[in-house]
């Protein structure tokens, strides 16, 4: 059975950071990428990073602000997040698409096949 489970949500001052993990189980981690994906309420699902299945190379939409990384080992995708805002309030999915490549695409979610069931993040002013 295919698992994404995310953890490490919850409420943060602006300002601060969370670690979201997701912890895959029960496909080849490897042949995967993992995207990360955010849906306020109210608004449409957005996506916001990803790490590419070979080389764990990461793609962010907020450089300097969330990066994305993996344990392969562990087969878990982690997504720092610092200097938090009220406007990251949301809930954060993790995903994972069957893509062999160097890239990812974090704007497609569509492409993606396996889902988590979110975790809330909630950054008070």
């Known amino acids: 059975e295919v698992q994404l489970v995310e953890s490490g949500g919850g409420l943060v001052q602006a300002g601060g950071s969370l670690r979201l993990s997701c912890a895959a189980s029960?496909?080849?981690?490897?042949?995967?990428?993992i995207g990360w994906f955010r849906q306020a309420p109210g608004k449409e699902r957005e996506g916001i990073a990803c790490?590419?299945?070979?080389?764990?190379i990461p793609y962010s939409s907020e450089k300097g602000r969330f990066a994305v990384s993996s344990d392969n080992a562990k087969n878990t995708v982690y997504l720092q997040m610092n200097s938090l805002k009220s406007e990251d309030t949301a809930v954060y999915y993790c995903?994972?698409?069957?893509?062999?490549?160097?890239?990812?695409?974090?704007?497609?979610?569509?492409?993606?096949?396996?889902w988590g069931q979110g975790t809330q993040v909630t950054v008070s002013s």
């Open positions: 995903a994972a698409d069957d893509f062999k490549s160097r890239f990812c695409d974090y704007g497609s979610d569509h492409e993606y096949e396996y």
């Open positions: 790490i590419s299945s070979i080389d764990s």
């Open positions: 029960g496909f080849t981690f490897s042949d995967y990428a």
